[in-house]
């Protein structure tokens, strides 16, 4: 039998940040990436690229939070879980947006550094923050919330719920 050790909460978060920090790396890297192509190569404008390099790295970084970051923490459903997480990222993705164009629209910088700094170091940087927040909190709840209880199962009396379309022909 494998033993495992309690972990106190600091340990936890700890741990915690650290693999939400591994999968983020690897996330950034890629929108780094799909942005710098999107925007340079392919001549997208810097919101739209930043749009597309967001949702890949969402993606991304949606799987590898479900199944490994977080995985100790209670499943609720893809569906649930999904839609949160898109909604999330949608306001990460809002925030780093917001610093984007104040630094293209406001004070007018246009070079591919000012993208860079103010579009994948400070947006997507306090993107992040708020992310861990927010997925801790409403995504990947702790197995002790009340909406991450398993669903009630049927009593025993009652029959199995058959699907309307099974033993049609």
Not at 13 to 33: P, Q, R, S, T
Not at 46 to 67: D, E, H, M, W
Not at 147 to 157: G, S
Request: proline letters at 5%; a positive charge; one cysteine or more.
């Amino acid at each position: 039998m494998k033993h495992r050790q309690v972990r106190s909460p600091l340990q936890l978060l700890i741990h915690e940040l650290g693999k939400f920090g591994l999968v983020g790396g690897v996330c950034y890297a890629i929108d780094f990436l799909v942005s710098n192509l999107c925007h340079t190569l392919l001549g997208m404008g810097p919101l739209s690229a930043k749009t597309i390099s967001t949702v890949v790295a969402a993606t991304f970084s949606y799987i590898g939070n479900r199944q490994w970051s977080f995985n100790h923490r209670a499943r609720t459903g893809l569906r649930r879980e999904y839609a949160l997480f898109f909604v999330l990222n949608v306001v990460g993705l809002l925030i780093a947006l917001g610093c984007l164009g104040f630094a293209r629209y406001v004070l007018d910088l246009r070079g591919v550094l000012a993208f860079n700094l103010f579009g994948n170091v400070l947006g997507t940087g306090l993107g992040t923050v708020f992310r861990f927040w927010a997925y801790k909190k409403w995504v990947f709840l702790h197995p002790d919330d009340p909406k991450a209880a398993a669903r009630p199962t049927p009593p025993a009396d009652l029959p199995a719920r058959v699907p309307e379309h099974a033993g049609r022909i």
